[in-house]
């Protein structure tokens, strides 16, 4: 059954900060818009953000501060792996978007006068960083959420809330495939269905849990993307994963906590017994109570290792070696994932006067008070870099050599206007190589490169939802001459995809066994595939250890065709929905691991043990994963970036920090 | 710790079961299930060995890997709703030994800290059920709608920033500003009252969230401008004269919005409304 609306529509996919803010363009434009979400749009995973929002404003300008340098930034943070032009747009909209945010009504914290108060974040020299209170993201999502339900009163906007999207509806197109809808599911009656539309926007987000627990939400699976993958749109950077160095280990998710915590004094252990030869060795109670292992049984490992800087070295460092000590040593507490982050030994009234927000969250949630008790954390992933593979118009400014990397206090070599890093409005800004189907937000490649700065990730989302949202209205107005706008095209088009859904899920359906084996249980492969992932390809990557991931999602593949579902239920069967997640991150998953593979360099978040050096002449390049639906496959090549705006420099900030502990110890190092 | 210490002593006896529970007993859940609209509810009880930690939501999470109840009898995973598992969603509201709130920041160490304990979880009951804890509460966002709940921007394109404000105000309204629309405050409110027959039930009262929602944008200098009709929303039926002040929401909300000062704030202004009508018709 397919939607019989004439007009030309609009197809959102994901209610975070990206799908919200290009719903309001895309409406404000007069254009109607489909609304698609797991969950109340409200609740989707932006709500997370905690830290704040980056742009250039009045205070770091008059400081030396730019747009330019703003935007400097992020291309050196992403270890020169982003295209360039877009991120030279980002910045220099982001000033525009704080100040639209702020007119929504956003509570961002005031100075005394009553101006937007501004925080210092890590990559950068200046207090760059917007926020509200704690909650950033959540005041973010908000402000966009109200702004669409005035659309949505309206009658602009239609809100599909628990509505799973399933598969994108493709059909020929002048030279190749073209989307014309999707289809999708309503998670409560199960009733699936096509919908029309020769625009499609995914906004949906990271793939956190394809690497089982994560600091992302439980809908953060990359389902949505993965099937896209599926049907031919290519995924860029699939590799380039953020891990968070401190997180708080929880048995459904790994939760943020901040790095401020070491940087108030927090000291990193574990339990262990030194070996006469001065080395260390696992501790036979090391699950006990930190407060019965004496002194002399605590390895201070970063202070042991680092001297000179102890437990305030750099993000990276400190997320390898905790690592080390857990995976390769099996010297984590309790023999666990696990570490010690121990602010006991400071004063108990200083932590509540400093740390006050920080630390109640731990308390709310693992049931100890981080005052009195050391604290449990471990690295977690946190965001994904890579996505789907988008390109644009390039803008104005086209230097005729890339600059060297920007000094603080040079003259920018350019203004902030609309337009010198993509053209606007230009149909493709941010589509994929499959006409009709955009990517914005986390989903899209974009923008971040090989790592991501923090607070940048809610730009990129506001930034392709208004600034792309145009491209989107556009196309959708005059990219179709010729074509045969969705509305027209036969029931046919539509109906062989909504057969295709129906039968994949008749198939998971006709599995259902109860008391299933953890061989075929779609929970048991899930949790093994995360399990798998994090111990592989995550922190420290080395060749032989991914060649044995590849073939063990391989073999997950293999029992995930032999599954047993648990419920058969035609009626709001969450258990259906997330074993047909799992079957697609599977593919996700093998995207990250051959690109992790492939790519022998270290880069950003991607650290290869064997291939420890950046290597530009081989891997200055996108790396684009394909899918082979004939194989139910992966296959990796690696295409030239614009790079024609500055030209690489060495990543070497983390000297900086190192030779700075003070530096280190400021909140600037609190990117979340 | 300071600010998120409770006061209520109910809550102050659980936290100093922390210290008590033992790693690796077996709480049993009570769950209240329910197969679809109009279908009669039933329980099932599960055992759990709960580690350190474990949340309501790890246990179903662990549930949901083998669904047999204790009876030995299988079953199928819970149904119920999650998102961020950091309590900033509000997704996973239900009625944990009697009382409403988040699944995710409830531990069970507070709640059954002795092996063999008994914790009871229930659907919020005054929202249709759709699955065993899932619930509708498509209510609490069309309320939303009611007060015109945004600030009625020209556009997005760039027209400068937006008005200065002070931090007092900001923090004022960021407090206002953190409703996760999660429902506990209507399903404490005795003013929904629900009958055992859904198709009887009285749903006009528009809910303390959204009278603190009208309030918020209210105190907005762009927002200001939809004043009148956000107030005459609230004067009518289901308004904030519905309200019979038990004041039983302020107690629920985790956010700790101080409702009730919302709920005086917009009675008055209310109020001020029909006196000024009164005088310029
Ligand atoms: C703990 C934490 C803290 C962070 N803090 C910061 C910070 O301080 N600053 C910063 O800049 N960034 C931060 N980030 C990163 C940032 O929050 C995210 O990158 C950003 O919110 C992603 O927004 P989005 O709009 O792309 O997607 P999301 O907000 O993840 O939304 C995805 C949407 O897609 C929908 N969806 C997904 N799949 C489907 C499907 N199959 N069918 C229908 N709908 C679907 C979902 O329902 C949801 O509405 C943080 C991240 C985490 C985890
Ligand atoms: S104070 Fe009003 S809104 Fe709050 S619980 Fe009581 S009756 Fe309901
Ligand atoms: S006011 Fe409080 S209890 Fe009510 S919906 Fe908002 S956060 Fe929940
Ligand atoms: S899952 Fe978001 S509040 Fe509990």
């Known amino acids: 059954m397919a939607s019989g609306s004439t007009d030309k529509r609009v197809i959102v996919i994901g209610g975070g900060l990206a799908g919200l803010a290009a719903t309001v363009r895309i409406a404000e434009a007069g254009i109607p818009v489909d609304l698609f979400s797991l969950v109340p749009v409200k609740r989707s995973h932006s709500v997370c953000a905690q830290g704040g929002i980056n742009a250039c404003n009045e205070v770091s300008r008059q400081q030396g501060y730019s747009e330019y340098e703003h935007f400097d930034e992020t291309i050196y943070g992403g270890d020169f792996l982003a295209d360039q032009h877009p991120v030279l747009e980002m910045a220099n909209w982001a000033p525009r978007i704080i100040d639209l945010l702020d007119r929504m009504g956003v509570p961002f914290n005031r100075t005394a006068e009553g101006n937007r108060d501004l925080r210092l974040f890590g990559g950068s020299l200046f207090k760059r960083t917007h926020f509200a209170g704690a909650t950033t993201g959540q005041q973010l999502i908000y402000a966009l959420d109200e702004q669409v339900r005035r659309y949505e009163s309206e009658g602009l906007v239609r809100k599909y809330e628990f509505w799973e999207f399933l598969w994108p509806v493709l059909t020929d197109g002048e030279s190749a495939k073209r989307c014309a809808g999707i289809v999708a599911q309503d998670m409560r009656t199960m009733q699936i269905r096509s919908f029309r539309s020769d625009a499609v926007i995914m906004a949906t987000g990271g793939c956190g849990l394809v690497f089982g627990k994560s600091t992302n939400s439980v809908m953060c699976t990359g389902a949505a993307a993965a099937r896209c993958f599926k049907a031919g749109v290519f995924y860029g950077n699939p590799e380039m994963i953020q891990v968070h160095p401190t997180a708080i280990p929880g048995a459904d998710k790994l939760r943020l906590m901040s790095e401020s915590a070491r940087g108030e004094g927090g000291r990193v252990w574990v339990p262990a017994i030194k070996n006469t030869d001065g080395s260390w060795g696992p501790h036979p109670r090391s699950g006990d109570d930190p407060k019965t292992i004496p002194t002399s049984e605590r390895y201070y490992f970063l202070e042991e290792k680092y001297p000179a800087y102890g437990n305030i070295v750099p993000r990276d460092i400190a997320t390898r070696e905790i690592f080390d000590i857990c995976v ?132 990129s989302c506001i930034f392709d939802g208004l600034f792309c949202g145009v491209s989107v209205t556009n196309y959708i107005r005059d990219g179709l001459p010729g074509k045969k706008p969705a509305s027209g095209l036969p029931g046919s088009v539509f109906d062989e995809f909504v057969n295709q859904e129906e039968a994949k899920q008749a198939k998971l359906l006709s599995t259902v066994k109860s008391g299933a084996s953890a061989e075929t249980n779609p929970y048991a492969i899930g949790k093994e595939l995360g399990d798998e992932m994090t111990a592989a390809c995550t922190v420290v990557r080395e060749a032989g250890r991914l060649q044995q991931c590849i073939a063990n999602i391989e073999s997950l593949k293999g029992r995930f065709a032999r599954l047993n579902l648990s419920d058969s239920a035609a009626w709001t069967n969450q258990s259906l929905s997330y074993t047909r997640a799992v079957g697609d991150m599977l593919s996700l998953a093998e995207a990250v691991a051959k690109g992790s593979l492939a790519r022998r360099e270290s880069r950003g978040a991607h650290y290869r043990s064997d291939f420890q050096q950046r290597n530009d002449a081989e891997f200055m390049k996108t790396t684009l994963t394909k899918y082979d639906p004939a194989s139910n496959s992966v296959s990796v090549e690696f295409v030239s970036i614009d790079a024609d705006l500055i030209a690489p420099a060495v990543r070497n900030y983390g000297k900086k920090d190192d030779s700075s502990p003070k530096a280190a110890a400021k909140p600037a190092l609190s990117g979340v | ?157 760039a027209s400068g920033s937006g008005p200065k404000e002070s931090p007092e105000d900001q923090e004022t309204r960021y407090v206002l500003s953190t409703c996760m629309s999660c429902g506990c405050c209507l399903e404490a409110c005795p003013q929904f009252n629900v009958e055992a027959d859904e198709s009887k039930w009285n749903t006009d009262f528009i809910g ?44 629920v909300c985790p956010k700790r919005i101080p409702l009730t000062e919302s709920i005086a704030a917009m009675g008055r202004a209310v109020v001020f409304h029909k006196v000024k009508q009164f005088f310029n018709r």
Not at chain 1, 354 to 362: P, Q
Not at chain 2, 71 to 89: A, D, I
Not at chain 2, 214 to 221: I, K, P, Q, T
């Open chain 1, 328 to 459: 390769n040593h099996g010297m984590g507490v309790a023999k666990g994932n696990q570490v010690y982050l121990d602010l006991t030994h400071r004063d108990p009234e200083y932590l509540t006067r400093k740390l006050e927000g920080i630390l109640e969250i731990y308390e709310k949630f693992v049931g100890d008070d981080p005052r009195f008790t050391p604290m449990r954390i471990f690295p977690g992933v946190h965001y994904s870099m890579g996505g789907l593979y988008t390109v644009f118009t390039k803008g104005r400014y086209e230097p005729a050599n890339p600059l060297a990397k920007h000094k603080s206090g040079s003259r920018p070599p350019l203004g902030s206007e609309i337009g010198l890093g993509m053209q606007p409005g230009a149909m493709n800004n941010m589509m994929t190589n499959i006409e009709g189907i955009y990517a914005f937000g986390e989903v899209n490649f974009a923008y971040h490169g090989a790592n991501r700065l923090g607070a940048n990730a809610l730009l």
């Open chain 2, 1 to 157: 710790m300071s600010t998120h210490t409770p006061v209520d002593p109910a809550a102050i006896a659980r936290m100093a079961n922390r210290k008590t529970a033992k790693a690796g007993r077996t709480v049993i859940f009570r769950i209240k299930r329910c197969d679809g609209p109009g279908k009669p509810s039933y329980w099932q009880d599960f055992k759990v060995q709960v580690p350190k930690n474990a949340n309501v939501i790890s246990c179903l999470q662990q549930i949901a890997l083998s669904p047999v109840t204790t009876g030995g009898q299988p079953s199928t995973p819970v149904v119920w709703e999650s998102g961020c598992l950091e309590e900033v969603c509000g997704s996973c509201t239900m009625v944990i030994n009697g009382s409403v709130r988040q699944s995710c920041s409830c531990l069970i160490d507070d709640y059954a800290p002795s092996e063999g304990d008994t914790l009871t979880l229930e659907p919020m009951s005054k929202f249709p059920v759709v699955r065993d804890l899932w619930v509708d509460r498509a209510r609490l966002f069309n309320n939303l709608k009611r007060v015109k709940a945004w600030v009625p921007i020209d556009g997005t394109y």
């Open chain 2, 208 to 251: 303390a969230h959204a009278i603190s929602q009208a309030r918020l944008f209210n105190m907005h200098e762009t927002g200001k401008r939809l004043a009148a009709e956000r107030l005459e929303a609230l004067s009518g039926a289901g308004g904030v004269s519905d309200c019979g002040n038990a004041q039983n929401c302020v107690k």
